[in-house]
């Protein structure tokens, strides 16, 4: 690892972020040059859950931390004290567990309140928590499970998402199969459904009640860990067989929490509305509302349950000033609003905040008319999940009580690591060295992840590929990816992967995907087919269609599954792939439609290639 080169000097900013952290012991270096990006935070020690909960119950314990919001519509608000008490519950039920610093534990579970206070729990004695995605089937969450070596795993019974429940508890049984080292399942009861029980398992709420008694004892202290100490661990895009988890540490996850919550809030109720698979909504959704004293409001399931104005109401319910979304969310959102009677604004949002791709100018007046009644401040943020969330934000006006974001140096280079001309698209870069970055990589490929570093020594490469508008006023727009993984609803999805998932059918010869940008939804992946010719005359092509989007959702999740499959006859080679996903997009029907059988021979109509 120590041949990978170092990135300069951060901005001096990061010391008045640092001021905003409570160190058990003072740290006696901000930074000093290294391999990834530099150490960080050098000597100091720390701990997430004192920073988020326990600093702030002399002057807040009766203010709400968070409002949460089921998606039957059951609603709960904890204040901070009420959540530290919970976290000190648990804190003390997984030390009677057996559960120390280092050791794994995975959180199976939907956007819940017991989410949260797992997460600060195992902050608590330095235990590492992975939240694995709630709609994941039993074998991709076994796939998930079998490096990760857990010792305990949460779950629910049941998880309520888009009006029906999904049964987690008996995925998680099903996924158990494939690793020995869970000790212990610990069930939230969320749905009241009936679920088998095995050794090992635990009720949550059986769980805490044992360990309830009004008296402090020391099994609830906060361990005070290393600045570098991991707090969490996160998967990238899944290149299936090969999962990456991207290490955070504690100091990281709070310096990048703090400094990015300070530009983004407004004071006053904060509402991160997307996946708690997301980085952002981890960090920037809990961690720097609450490390910041701010209140935090959470949901569970999608927001059209139970009806589409479930946006507006929880924005109108607890008086929501600023949120943070993606793109695709917000899109959803415009397109419930055209069939609605009246689209009334928001009237207490005040800024509204998008990351994990570019919005379109179209939807931004949306936003800034429709939505916010002519007042509202936008925000376009970019960000990466090896960074520790959001790095840049556009658009904000800048408050005079707050410190700037610190400087990532972003710069764009060609393929030789040389600058690029304002106007000429290259791949973006960071020079300088960022406080969130990851503290380590873990995986059958964790090595992939080396390539940042190395691409052009001395800089960060991000993979992105952007262009700084000739204005001269040094604006950046991130054109997409430069590998083959793309970013749908925020969450990278890789390519290849869904290649390789579709080529797995039995009736498939050969195969191809590309992206297709939708005004609706954002960007949706569009999957072209062959089938191998014993198959191909009698094949019911609708039947074959969901079955192949199935085989994708069940593999990689829901994000990734094909929008459109096109059937051909056969691939020619006499076109680029560019060429050729261009044709393939323009050919492929609207979800929802039935499939199209082309020839290749349309296919190169299409591309403009007439024999």
């Known amino acids: 690892m120590s041949d990978l080169p170092s990135l300069e000097a951060p901005d001096p900013t990061w010391e008045q972020v640092a001021d905003q952290i409570t160190f058990a012991t003072a740290y006696d270096r901000l930074w000093e040059p290294g391999p990834r990006g530099g150490a960080w935070f050098l000597g100091g020690e720390l701990n997430l859950s004192v920073n988020c909960l326990d600093r702030q119950l002399a002057e807040r314990a009766d203010q709400v931390a968070l409002h949460w919001e089921g998606e039957p519509g059951d609603r709960r608000s904890l204040t901070y004290g009420e959540l530290h008490e919970q976290v000190l519950a648990l804190t003390r039920a997984l030390r009677s567990l057996g559960l120390g610093p280092g050791d ?6 939907g956007w819940l309140p017991e989410t949260v206070v797992a997460m600060f729990a195992c902050a608590r004695i330095g235990a590492v928590h992975t939240v694995l995605p709630a709609p994941l089937p039993a074998e991709a969450l076994a796939d998930r499970l079998a490096g990760m070596e857990l010792k305990v795993l949460f779950t629910q019974d049941g998880a309520w998402r888009h009006g029906t429940v999904l049964p987690l508890k008996a995925r998680a049984d099903e996924a158990l199969s494939a690793t020995e080292s869970v000790e212990h399942t610990v069930v939230v009861r969320r ?11 635990r009720w949550y709420h059986d769980l805490v009640a044992a360990t309830r008694p009004g008296a402090a004892t020391g099994d609830d202290e906060p361990l005070p860990v290393p600045s570098a100490h991991p707090v969490c661990t996160m998967p990238q895009a899944n290149r299936r067989g090969e999962p990456i988890l991207i290490q955070h540490g504690t100091a990281a996850a709070l310096a990048a929490s703090i400094a990015v919550h300070r530009q983004f809030s407004s004071g006053g109720v904060f509402w991160c509305a997307a996946d708690i698979t997301w980085v952002a909504t981890q960090f920037h959704g809990i961690y720097g509302p609450l490390a910041c004293g701010d209140t935090a409001v959470m949901f569970e399931g999608t927001l059209d ?3 589409h104005e479930r946006a507006w109401q929880i924005v109108q319910r607890y008086g929501v000033e600023t949120v943070l979304t993606s793109p695709s969310v917000v899109r959803t959102i415009r397109g419930w609003a055209r069939t609605m009677p009246q689209v009334s604004p928001m009237p207490t949002l005040r800024r509204m905040i998008t990351a994990g791709e570019p919005v379109e100018e179209e939807l931004t007046e949306w936003l800034v ?3 916010g009644g002519g007042e509202l401040e936008l925000g376009d943020a970019w960000g990466q999940l090896e960074l520790g969330g959001i790095v840049r934000v556009v658009g904000l006006p800048r408050s005079a009580r707050v410190v700037p974001l610190p400087d990532c140096g972003l710069d764009i280079v060609g393929p030789t690591g040389e600058p690029v001309p304002d106007g000429l698209p290259g791949e973006a870069v960071l020079c300088r060295s960022w406080a969130g970055v990851a503290v380590g990589v873990e995986g059958g490929a964790a090595s992939v992840s080396d390539a940042r570093w190395t691409r052009y020594p ?4 991000t993979g992105d590929r952007a262009v700084r508008e000739p204005t001269g006023a040094g604006e950046v727009t991130f054109l997409g990816r430069t590998d083959d993984v793309v970013t749908i609803s925020g969450q990278l999805v890789s390519l290849s992967g869904v290649r390789e998932v579709l080529a797995e059918h039995p009736w498939v010869a050969a195969t ?10 954002g960007r949706s992946i569009v999957a072209a087919v062959a089938l191998k010719p014993e198959f191909a005359p009698d094949a019911d092509l609708d039947e074959v269609a969901v079955d192949l989007m199935d085989n994708v959702r069940e593999m990689m999740g829901g994000l ?7 059937f051909l006859d056969r691939f020619g080679d006499d076109l680029s792939r560019p060429q050729r996903a261009a044709a393939i997009v323009s050919l492929a029907t609207e979800d929802r439609h039935p499939p199209r059988l082309v020839t290749w021979e349309q296919v190169l109509v299409a591309a403009g290639h007439h024999h």
Not at 458 to 461: D, E, M, P
Not at 560 to 566: C, G, K, W
């Open 458 to 461: 001395g800089l960060y490469a």
């Open 305 to 307: 349950i139970p009806t």
């Open 104 to 109: 794994r534990v995975g959180l199976h579970l």
């Open 512 to 521: 191809d995907v590309a992206v297709r940008k939708d005004p609706a939804v």
């Open 560 to 566: 990734a599954r094909p929008r459109a499959v096109l």
């Open 369 to 371: 008319h429709t939505l």
């Open 191 to 201: 749905t009241g459904m009936d679920v088998p029980w095995y050794e090992g398992d």
